[in-house]
């Protein structure tokens, strides 16, 4: 069997994409372009049948769509600060601390914020949103892609190739180093020679050239030309584009990168998936039928007012048989009657009420398909609404968008596993010191993991160094000891505060052994906690708040093993903080004085 070449595929997928449509089921049958461009007209106000009607009256467009996706967007919302990262067991405490760290800085230079907020838009409005990972000269950036750009299968995105088209200008395309520039320039002069018989550009679109990059797992064969290697399948990119030919019996097809890559870049998130969907659909799909019926209502209702603002008559006047009354209303025109012809006024009074309730029904429909209470939307409740009635309508709508945001938060877990942490981790190969400025309370959990294991350590030096030596050693006792690692545990915490809230932290005394050594596996050990999706704030506050008042009253209380338990418990329940997190907070008692000359630097073992 002859494989097709990427041109082929490329042209088959963009005919597949922009006709027909993929049968589901028996009864259902799908097509994705309809339904992207229908949620774009949708969000724009725009009808997708035009803005008049047949007797080029304007059409209204009365938008349900849009407060239904903005609820939809803010309910779902995960921002950066919500993404955490926790450890499972005790060694890992060092290593989710440094993560969390490493984490919050590439965020930052990233512009990671931005693309949650564009990564949450898309979700709301189409259900669905696919995204790429790229690393450029270094640094990873990530963006959302729009689906007016993606080629893409109707039914099943992960196994077949993902195509996206891609406008450049020729100088863009002259910039871009890792094309073939032999084609480019070739692809250049093909298209300014290229004419219509009026004389204008052929190909070009306001001056801009369409390129498709093409990602997926195709034979090794069409980076070959072996004929050997189609049955071997790799992932692989490629950027095409094709001209037809002058006499319109083919194309001319220009190959301007091909190679392979090591992973593929897009990664696409669902707010709720369906099985065997790629668009799962978001408020905007979830609401077309609404959407079209309250437009009809609404043109309805304008144009029987508009009708009921007219005086119109009717006669018996053979003269007027077959004449399109309505149209001579509507040009203004004057009815002249023969005479003894009876002339009376229709009764063309609007029936308002009975159409607006029929356009609040499907109004009320909307709300219930897309998970929104009239309190969501602002509306106030109805005179002697009790307001735990509301408050409980509330928090079961809010359980839907909790749904959705935990279905985010594994996503964005995703992300992190596959593309993020591996490309921290790659940057890490070094050895050199991270200068970090904290906040108090990654101090203190930084210095309580820092300091009495080094001040051990170093007391253990001493005690080596004094045996090397032949040195008496009878004075060491158990009391010497401990006595002397708490002074070195003293002197090492004056010589952290002389820091102020900075520390400068190494992988290890070991000179050789690097940040990535330390991060080996880091993505597979640590839990990567997203928004806490399913936790009431204000019932996890309550519970905190009674824990700390029995605390108070009784210090002595988690002396015993059996409340001790039962404290960790409910802390574990709240999901607010880690009872690993408290166990490295270990006292250090306060220096006086001035610091010491010289400042620590932490290694992190």
């Not at 035009?50 to 996706?69: H, L, Q, Y």
């Not at 964005?412 to 890490?428: D, G, S, W």
Request: proline fraction near 3%; glycine fraction near 6%.
């Amino acid at each position: 069997m002859e494989t097709k070449s990427i041109c082929e595929l490329v042209r088959e997928a963009e005919h597949n994409d922009t006709s027909g449509e993929t049968t589901t089921s028996k009864y259902v049958q799908v097509n994705m372009r309809e339904e992207i461009d229908t949620v774009d007209a949708y969000l724009n106000s725009k009808h997708t049948s035009g803005k008049t009607d047949s007797m080029d009256r304007e059409k209204p467009f009365f938008n349900v769509v849009i407060a239904a996706r903005n609820i939809w967007y803010r309910a779902t919302d995960i921002d950066r600060k919500d993404i955490r990262v926790k450890a499972t067991k005790l060694a890992d405490m060092t290593s989710a601390f440094l993560a969390t760290l490493l984490l919050g800085e590439w965020m930052k230079t990233s512009y990671f914020g931005r693309y949650l907020n564009d990564w949450g838009l898309a979700l709301a409005n189409y259900g669905s949103c696919v995204s790429k990972f790229i690393e450029k000269k270094g640094e990873l950036h990530c963006d959302v892609v729009s689906w007016n750009r993606l080629l893409v299968d109707p039914v099943d995105f992960e196994g077949n190739i993902k195509i996206e088209k891609l406008w450049f200008t020729p100088a863009q395309l002259k910039k871009k180093k890792e094309y073939d520039q032999k084609l480019v320039k070739k692809l250049l002069n093909d298209l300014t020679t290229r004419k219509t018989p009026d004389g204008q550009s052929r190909d070009t679109k306001s001056g801009y050239i369409p390129l498709y990059e093409v990602h997926g797992e195709l034979p090794l064969s069409l980076l070959t030309d072996n004929e050997n290697d189609e049955d071997t399948h790799i992932q692989q990119m490629h950027v095409i584009t094709f001209l037809e030919k002058k006499d319109k019996k083919g194309f001319d097809d220009y190959t301007l990168y091909s190679g392979r890559e090591a992973k593929d870049p897009y990664l696409i998130a669902h707010l709720i998936k369906q099985d065997g969907y790629t668009l799962s659909g978001g408020a905007v799909k979830n609401l077309f039928d609404v959407q079209w019926m309250e437009n009809h209502t609404a043109k309805t209702i304008k144009d029987q007012l508009d009708l009921a603002s007219k005086m119109i008559f009717q006669t018996s006047d053979g003269n007027f048989v077959g004449q399109n009354v309505l149209s001579s209303i509507e040009q203004g025109d004057i009815l002249i009657h023969q005479p003894n012809q009876a002339l009376t006024q229709l009764n063309n009074k609007a029936d308002i009420g009975a159409l607006q309730s029929y356009g609040q029904q499907w109004k009320s429909l909307g709300n219930e398909l897309v998970g929104v209470s009239e309190a969501m939307l602002g509306v106030a409740p109805k005179s002697g609404t009790a307001w735990r009635q509301t408050e409980a309508i509330l928090q079961e709508n809010h359980s839907l968008f909790q749904l959705m945001t935990e279905n985010k938060g594994l996503h964005l877990t995703e992300a992190l596993i596959k593309f993020i942490i591996p490309h921290i981790k790659k940057k890490m190969d070094t050895t050199k010191e991270i200068s970090a400025i904290l906040q108090d309370h990654q101090i203190t959990q930084l210095d309580s993991m820092y300091v009495p294991n080094e001040a051990i350590r170093r007391n253990n030096r001493k005690i080596i160094d004094r045996v090397l030596s032949d040195e008496d050693t009878r004075d060491l006792t158990p009391e010497w000891q401990t006595q002397d690692t708490a002074m070195e545990a003293q002197g090492l915490q004056q010589g952290l505060n002389s820091q102020g809230n900075q520390r400068f932290i190494k992988p290890s005394d070991i000179k050789t052994r690097t940040w990535k050594d330390e991060m080996k596996d880091l993505e597979w050990e640590l839990d990567i906690d997203i928004t806490g999706e399913q936790r009431d704030t204000q019932a996890v506050m309550t519970t905190l708040t009674t824990v700390l008042q029995t605390i108070a009253q009784n210090p002595m209380i988690l002396q015993d093993q059996n409340m001790k338990l039962l404290f960790n418990k409910i802390l574990s329940e709240t999901g607010a903080i880690s009872p690993l997190e408290l166990s490295q907070i270990s006292p250090v008692s306060p220096t006086v004085g001035g610091p010491m000359a010289g400042a620590e630097t932490v290694a992190i073992k």
